[in-house]
């Protein structure tokens, strides 16, 4: 499988490069940068730390993606729809695990599913798949009286809030509670709580890689359901996953759920 990468430089960017270059059946045949990466004009392999690869990190889409059969991306969401259009002006199938994709990225993964396979995952761990099934059928069997919310943890460096995985969790959540609307932390006289709140609060600090904590609170009684990222390597595994999935799949979009046959 011929591979680009995009968002390459960044800390999943780095992370599947280690990975499929150990991979025997994967040729990485581009990475694309910002604009502004000091990185620009490197190889990827010194930069991942594997020494050279003979793929130099380019602010290029076009030629980053040129002669890849996929592309995984792990960027920004505002380079995603970017990303998505010469992917599927070049027929290069695409994995994201970009987060906090607003409603232009969102379109842009269905049309660029009209030309190739797209897989968008806000969390690639096969963990986290189960954790949010798990979810959804525990509040079937506790019924109403149990009331839902979300804790998430994350490193200091992570920009985005709440997380992808979060609402993943909170969309898990609304497949049972149709009516609950996710709000982000509570200060102030915010009143006894209603039925049709999921609350969802954000920790950060340290190197913490992502833990996930779904409460669900009843009457005497409360479950706790956690997963605990505890390596990047995790999502890295799963991208990779996600693009041995895609590769030579007809053009449409795909969730961890199809890969897992879920
Ligand atoms: N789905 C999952 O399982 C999963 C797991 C971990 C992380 N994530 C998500 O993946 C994304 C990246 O996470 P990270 O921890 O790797 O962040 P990161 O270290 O900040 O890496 C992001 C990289 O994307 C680059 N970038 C920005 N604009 C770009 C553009 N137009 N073209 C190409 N590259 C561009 C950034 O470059 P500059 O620094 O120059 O801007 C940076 O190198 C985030 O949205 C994060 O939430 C998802």
């Known amino acids: 499988m011929k591979l680009a990468l995009h968002g390459a430089t960044g ?27 000091p990185g620009q004009g490197h190889d990827i392999g ?22 890849a059969q996929v592309v995984i991306d792990f960027s920004t969401a505002s380079a995603v729809p970017g990303l998505l259009a010469v992917a599927a002006r070049q027929k290069v199938a695409v994995v994201s695990g970009t987060t906090n994709l607003d409603v232009s990225g969102k379109q842009a993964l269905e049309k660029a599913s009209e030309s ?24 079937r069997r506790l019924g109403p009286q149990f009331d839902a919310e979300i804790v998430e943890v ?19 959540i609304k497949l049972v509670r149709a009516d609950a609307r996710e709000l982000h932390g509570r ?25 996930h904590t779904v409460y669900l ?6 479950l706790e359901l956690t997963h605990r990222a505890t390596s990047r390597e995790l999502f890295a595994h799963g991208a990779l996953r996600a693009a041995h999935f895609v590769h030579n799949r007809k053009p449409g979009r795909y969730a961890i759920a199809d890969m897992l046959g879920t």
């Open 187 to 211: 200060a102030g006289e915010v009143g006894a709580r209603s039925n049709a709140e999921i609350a969802v609060f954000g920790v950060r600090g340290g190197d913490v890689v992502g833990d």
């Open 217 to 222: 609170l009843g009457p005497g009684e409360r």
């Open 11 to 37: 800390r999943m960017g780095l992370a599947v490069t280690r990975l499929a270059h150990a991979a025997p059946d994967i040729d990485i045949v581009g990475a694309v940068c910002s604009s502004v990466d």
């Open 46 to 67: 010194e930069l991942a730390g594997i020494g050279t690869l003979g793929v130099e990190a380019t602010a290029d889409l076009g030629a980053g993606l040129l002669g």
């Open 116 to 139: 190739v396979a797209v897989l968008w995952a806000p969390n690639m761990s096969v963990g986290v798949q189960v954790l949010a099934e798990l979810v959804e059928q525990a509040l």
């Open 154 to 172: 994350h490193h200091r460096n992570k920009v985005d809030a709440p997380s992808g995985t979060a609402r993943r969790l909170s969309d898990a």
